[in-house]
């Protein structure tokens, strides 16, 4: 089993940042991706940015040149650096983890994916 804690989020004027930290624990070995979906109210959940242990990463068009996802093996800790933030980027941001990549798993949803966090609140608005 593997146990993912987000945190970071927060009410941020647009324009502004933030940055998310995913934290994982357990059997950690197993996993080979990890990403961030986000859900707006009364949305689909949609994928965000995915990165690979190899390092690719994939982001959805909407958030390309204004997030940034990263990862420090040493701490086990996943980013997602938040910049340029837009009233349409609020929503629970969840953190996930999966022993593998596939882009028609990750990008749909995500509903196969092993392992969630709790999700942590972004809100941008002046």
């Known amino acids: 089993q593997v146990q993912l804690v987000e945190s970071g989020g927060g009410l941020v004027q647009p324009g502004g940042s933030l940055r998310l930290s995913c934290a994982a624990s357990?059997?950690?070995?197993?996993?080979?991706?990890m990403g961030w979906y986000r859900q707006a109210p009364g949305k689909q959940r949609e994928l965000v940015a995915a990165?690979?242990?190899?390092?690719?990463?994939n982001y959805a068009d909407s958030v390309k040149g204004r997030f940034t996802i990263s990862g420090d093996n040493a701490k086990n800790t996943m980013y997602l650096q938040m910049n340029s933030l837009k009233p349409e980027d609020t929503g629970v941001y969840y953190c996930?983890?999966?022993?593998?990549?596939?882009?028609?798993?990750?990008?749909?949803?995500?509903?196969?994916?092993?392992?969630w966090g709790e999700g942590t609140l972004v809100t941008v608005s002046s």
């Open positions: 357990g059997s950690i070995f197993s996993i080979h991706a």
């Open positions: 990165i690979t242990s190899g390092g690719s990463t």
């Open positions: 996930a983890a999966h022993p593998s990549w596939g882009y028609n798993t990750w990008a749909t949803g995500g509903y196969g994916l092993d392992y």
